[in-house]
């Protein structure tokens, strides 16, 4: 069955120059402005390892969070918290320039856990950054874990289709410091 909202998809640059790209698009979108109910960002999601949970950067500000952990849920995955908030992830990524639209967004990304209790994810995930983040050997000849990406998929296609399908938008939640500052009512 068709969504009730349209789905537009977003390809944006620049992100590590200042949001520069995600910046334009919301200052000068393609669509009506009032018609973005979310952001869903999907950015660098690596998939070396079978993975067990995801990190949902900005979803405990609004009602996302509840759509994002049941699409997670069915897909096998379950939530655990930022495992480097002093990278403040949630303000330093494309998301970020919706959220000062007052527009609710989240970044989901694999978590360090992984299936196999034998793989130490974040080894990986840091080794990877150390190595090959922004190198030549950053390309298709690393280990990819299909089965994840394809679960990872799935959970963001959920998200996606359930909030385009729900009669309300998505909203902050109250108190929320993003929608006290950005929500525009």
Same mark, same amino acid.
């Given at each position: ?14 992100e590590?120059?200042?949001?520069l790209?995600s ?9 009506p ?19 067990a ?25 379950h ?20 959220? &000062?639209k @007052? ?8 978590g360090? +856990?992984?299936l196999? !209790?034998? #793989?130490? $994810? ?8 150390k ?10 000849s690393?280990p990819?874990d299909?089965k ?7 959970a963001?296609? &959920?998200? @996606?289709?359930?909030?385009?399908s729900e009669?309300?938008?998505? +909203?902050?939640?109250e !108190?929320? #410091?993003? $929608? ?6």
């Open positions: 069955m068709p969504p009730r909202r349209s789905i537009l998809f977003v390809a944006v640059t620049a590590e120059r200042g949001l790209g910046d334009f698009f919301v200052n000068n979108p393609v669509v402005p009032g018609s973005i109910v979310a952001n869903i960002n999907l950015d660098m999601p690596l998939f070396l390892y079978p993975v949970d995801l990190v949902a950067f900005g979803a405990e500000n609004s009602t996302l969070q509840f759509v994002a952990e049941a699409s997670a849920q069915a897909e096998g995955f939530f655990t918290p930022d495992p480097m908030p002093e990278e403040n992830l949630f303000v330093r990524s494309d998301q970020y320039s919706f959220v &000062r @007052g527009i609710p967004s989240i970044f989901l990304v694999p360090f +856990t992984s196999d !209790g034998d #793989v130490d $994810g974040e080894a990986l995930f840091r080794e990877h950054l190595e090959h983040y922004h190198k030549a050997s950053d390309d298709l690393r990819i299909w994840s990406a394809l679960r990872f998929a799935r963001h296609t &959920r998200i @996606g289709y359930t909030v385009a009669t309300n938008r998505p +909203t902050w939640l !108190g929320n #410091v993003f $929608g006290v500052r950005f929500a525009t009512p």
